[in-house]
């Protein structure tokens, strides 16, 4: 057994000086025998389904060749009949959050992000998995809903929907009937849903310009749709910029299911992808402004900070900003007036991949191997939505470090301690192999890939025979509560995973263990395409992201002050 200690100092710059955030992580390496892992053709087949969890989660006028039998129109009146001064009346579309019938634009959005970076890096490999046409049918089937949830003609906006319909936060005394207390199939909702709108939510509007700015590169050759996503984006963050605030601050819906801690990520996240998507500088200087940079990692108290750090979730962009402007370094070198904030962004994104590394235990490891990135905490279970994040930043992190280095072996430095990219590829595989079944409960955690799969998964839908009754909000109860299998295989569909101790209950009641999402998903597609496929031959495409990109001369830094005499 090998003990080494890696200290990282990463020396932070800020208007009051110099601060320095010295992590020491000690650990105790031990060399394993890796098990046989699954061939990239499992990641493959594991992506084709994957996929198909967003096909069952749309909302409104499906067309014929949605794939999921089960399905069809559903939530047709949304957004009717407006509220005076309302954006819109049109809310009809989108994604259905989890298993439920609500739509959230914050998580929605941050999964149509995700899954747009994703393309943006690996086109290739979607289009050798057959699998192009449909990932971009998903995207634009989420930003032709967010364009309908704010006036996306105007330049300025004093508004945005942030939801639609409601859930039961007050643990079951409300009997209103909303999307949380009734168990029905979507097709069968007769229920009010109500719209919910902020005025001041710079978070959410950040978030969905992001979410916009990186589609618009996805579709970049349809120039007139391109176009009216960076026009949105960009309305979107000015809102987001002039009027500050929280999304979830006072609403108790979106406190409760998806609380923002603070806007701060979400303007370095915004900020970076508006750049890639209109080469206008003013938003790398945004995106690199150290008081930014702080105010992303420290706006939350330490015990706080410390569980989010470089975890990437919707609700903490920083981590894939971060990745996302080292690519900039490695690939451009834009140099001054942005190297300093880069230089440190890029010490930061080696810091966090170490951490990723079981050579340091700067997280815990179940005994199955599945790395704790929600550190175990109470109100954070539903650990794979971390995890496939985390595979994702992994490989494509090594991609860039491969493809900026053809010299020498590629790697990265964690203290004294060079490690080949090898070793963050790994991570990222023996995490992927985890949730596709190489567990303790030789359970594949996405419904439909492998034999054994969830299959009372907490999902209305899937749950709720499709047959000429139309069960009532109550009604449905005796399915949610029902101790059978769903009727149906929602394919592709990961759940929330496993506890601290590689258990897991196959329970309908039970959320925590058995209720897939959006982001979750999202996040298993661009890991599953990352590791997919030959990387000798498809690795990452290092140009379309700087496509909208001027060529770069750095301006020299200023001269040192000149000597005074004496």
């Not at 409960?441 to 799969?453: T, W």
């Not at 009641?509 to 890991?527: C, D, I, K, R």
């Amino acid at each position: 057994m090998h003990h080494h200690q890696l200290t990282c100092i990463i020396v932070r710059r800020d208007t009051a000086g110099m601060m320095l955030l010295v992590a020491t992580f000690l650990a105790a390496s031990t060399v394993h025998s890796s098990p046989p892992t699954p061939s990239p053709n499992s990641y493959t087949l594991a992506l084709h389904k994957a996929l198909m969890f967003f096909n069952a989660q749309r909302s409104g006028k499906l067309s014929d060749h949605s794939h999921v039998s089960w399905r069809g129109d559903s939530c047709l009146r949304d957004g009717k009949p407006s509220a005076t001064g309302s954006p819109t009346s049109d809310l009809v579309g989108g994604y259905y959050d989890a298993g439920n019938a609500i739509k959230f634009n914050f998580p929605a959005s941050f999964a149509m992000t995700m899954l747009s970076w994703s393309v943006i890096e690996y086109n290739a490999k979607y289009e050798a998995a057959e699998e192009l046409t449909h990932i971009k049918d998903v995207i634009k089937w989420g930003t032709d809903y967010f364009l309908k949830t704010f006036n996306n003609s105007a330049d300025t906006i004093d508004r945005i929907v942030s939801q639609v319909g409601l859930g039961n936060t007050d643990g079951g005394k409300d009997t209103t009937p909303n999307d949380i207390y009734c168990w029905m199939r979507p097709e069968d909702i007769d229920y009010k849903r109500p719209v919910t709108e902020c005025h001041a939510c710079s978070d959410l509007a950040a978030e969905m310009a992001a979410s916009l700015a990186a589609a618009s590169i996805v579709f970049k050759d349809n120039r007139a749709y391109s176009k009216k996503l960076v026009h949105g984006a960009k309305t979107l963050f000015k809102f987001s910029r002039d009027v500050r605030g929280r999304y979830s601050s006072g609403s108790s819906d979106a406190a409760f299911f998806y609380n923002s801690t603070s806007y701060w990520d979400e303007y370095v996240w915004a900020s970076t992808w508006l750049y890639y998507a209109t080469g206008n500088s003013s938003y790398l200087q945004l995106a690199t402004t150290p008081a930014l940079a702080k105010h992303a990692t420290f706006s939350q108290a330490p015990n706080q900070y410390w569980p989010n750090h470089g975890v990437l979730s919707w609700d903490n962009k920083l981590v894939g900003a971060q990745v996302l402007l080292t690519r900039l370094r490695l690939f451009l070198n834009p140099g001054y007036p942005y190297e300093t904030t880069l230089r440190r962004f890029h010490n930061e994104t080696n810091t966090i991949m170490c951490s990723y590394l079981s050579a340091f235990t700067i997280f815990n490891r179940t005994r199955g191997g599945l790395i704790q990135l929600n550190r175990g905490h109470l109100r954070r279970p539903r650990p794979l939505e971390y995890v496939v994040n985390a595979a994702f930043l992994a490989t494509v992190y090594s991609d860039y470090l491969e493809a900026a280095d053809s010299t020498k072996p590629a790697g990265l430095h964690c203290g004294p301690n060079f490690f080949s990219v090898d070793v963050l590829r790994d991570f990222a595989k023996t995490q992927i192999d985890y949730i596709l079944g190489k567990n303790p409960q030789k359970m594949s955690y996405v419904v439909g890939f492998g034999n054994h799969f969830p299959k009372h998964v907490h999902h209305r839908g899937a749950s709720i025979p499709k047959k000429k009754i139309k069960y009532s909000c109550k009604g449905g109860w005796k399915w949610r509560d029902s101790l059978k299998p769903n009727p149906y295989t929602i394919v592709g569909a990961m759940v929330a995973g496993p506890d601290k101790h590689d258990g897991f209950h196959d329970v309908r009641a039970n959320y925590n263990y058995t209720e897939p999402t959006l982001v979750g998903n999202a996040g298993l597609v661009a890991a599953l395409v990352a590791l997919s496929g030959d990387r000798t031959t498809d690795g990452i495409d290092k140009t379309t992201m700087f496509s909208a990109i001027p060529p770069m001369f750095p301006t020299p830094p200023p001269p040192p002050p000149s000597a005074s005499k004496p």
